[in-house]
């Protein structure tokens, strides 16, 4: 089986040599690049299953580097931040990054977000029943079910859930999701967002107050785990 490519782009040597001995000791094929256009260049030649792009490098910009990867480069980008840059990460998220990493990160955690993001990739064609533990859609039906029980849901709690579930593993920003369930004038409703998340919560999570399948990412948004981790 030909193992799973992933681009490294970071221009900081121990991060960089951190990853490529973690993702190689988990069987993982690693390619790397120290500054944002050979990042490109090599995203290009090589295009790998994932990657990892560092927001701050020292030619290009990251955001530059992932608007250029997202006119064409279609799998996984997970996004390796510093801890304070909270308004990029989420102008990245928003710019089609799937998911991102705050330095410094455990490696569980590391591994984790790449299974989730190349999750996402495989269950991207049409199936008429999303199924993940304990849960499922029917999107001919539009129906939910929770361990064969039928959860009733409203509209807008139907179509905030698919949408997250859709995007299983990655992050979707609360602008994001503002936008696309209630439309552009409700950018800023942001406590919309938080009532129609604990109503889903209270009839999906076996434990609403500790949701293992709608995770909160404090300040960015919401991300989806149908096979919890
Ligand atoms: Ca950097």
Same mark, same amino acid.
Do not use: C
């Given at each position: 089986?030909?193992?799973?490519?992933?681009?490294?782009?970071?221009?900081? @040597?121990?991060?960089?040599?951190?990853?490529?001995?973690?993702?190689?000791?988990?069987?993982?094929?690693?390619?790397?690049?120290?500054?944002?256009?050979?990042?490109?260049?090599?995203?290009?030649?090589? @295009?790998? %299953?994932?990657?990892?792009?560092?927001?701050?490098?020292?030619?290009?910009?990251?955001?530059?580097?992932?608007?250029?990867?997202?006119?064409? *480069?279609?799998?996984?980008?997970?996004?390796?931040?510093?801890?304070?840059?909270?308004?990029?990460?989420?102008?990245?998220? %928003?710019?089609?990054?799937?998911?991102?990493?705050?330095?410094? *990160?455990?490696?569980?955690?590391?591994?984790?977000?790449?299974?989730?993001?190349?999750?996402?990739?495989?269950?991207?064609?049409?199936? @008429?029943?999303?199924?993940?533990?304990?849960?499922?859609?029917?999107?001919?039906?539009?129906?939910?079910?929770?361990?064969?029980?039928?959860?009733?849901?409203?509209?807008?709690?139907?179509?905030?859930?698919?949408?997250?579930?859709?995007?299983?593993?990655?992050?979707?920003?609360?602008?994001?999701?503002?936008?696309?369930?209630?439309?552009?004038?409700?950018?800023?409703?942001?406590?919309?967002?938080?009532?129609?998340?604990?109503?889903?919560?209270?009839?999906?999570?076996?434990?609403?107050?500790?949701?293992?399948?709608?995770?909160?990412?404090?300040?960015?948004?919401?991300? *989806?785990?149908?096979?919890?981790?």
């Amino acid at each position: 089986m030909n193992k799973t490519q992933v681009l490294i782009i970071e221009d900081e @040597p121990a991060l960089r040599t951190m990853l490529e001995i973690t993702l190689q000791s988990n069987n993982y094929s690693v390619h790397q690049a120290k500054k944002g256009k050979d990042g490109l260049i090599m995203a290009e030649n090589h @295009p790998p %299953d994932l990657i990892l792009l560092d927001l701050g490098l020292p030619d290009i910009g990251g955001q530059q580097v992932l608007a250029e990867l997202r006119t064409w *480069f279609t799998n996984p980008i997970i996004i390796i931040s510093v801890q304070k840059e909270e308004e990029e990460i989420i102008r990245a998220l %928003d710019n089609g990054a799937n998911d991102y990493l705050s330095k410094p *990160f455990r490696t569980g955690e590391l591994l984790a977000r790449i299974r989730a993001a190349l999750r996402s990739v495989i269950s991207e064609d049409y199936q @008429p029943v999303l199924q993940f533990s304990g849960l499922s859609i029917n999107l001919e039906e539009r129906t939910v079910k929770r361990e064969e029980e039928l959860v009733k849901l409203t509209t807008t709690e139907y179509n905030l859930l698919l949408l997250l579930a859709k995007n299983e593993g990655k992050v979707l920003t609360h602008a994001f999701l503002l936008r696309t369930i209630w439309g552009p004038g409700f950018i800023n409703q942001a406590q919309y967002l938080r009532v129609f998340i604990a109503q889903l919560r209270k009839k999906i999570e076996p434990n609403p107050n500790d949701p293992t399948y709608i995770i909160t990412e404090s300040g960015v948004g919401y991300r *989806f785990l149908g096979m919890f981790g």
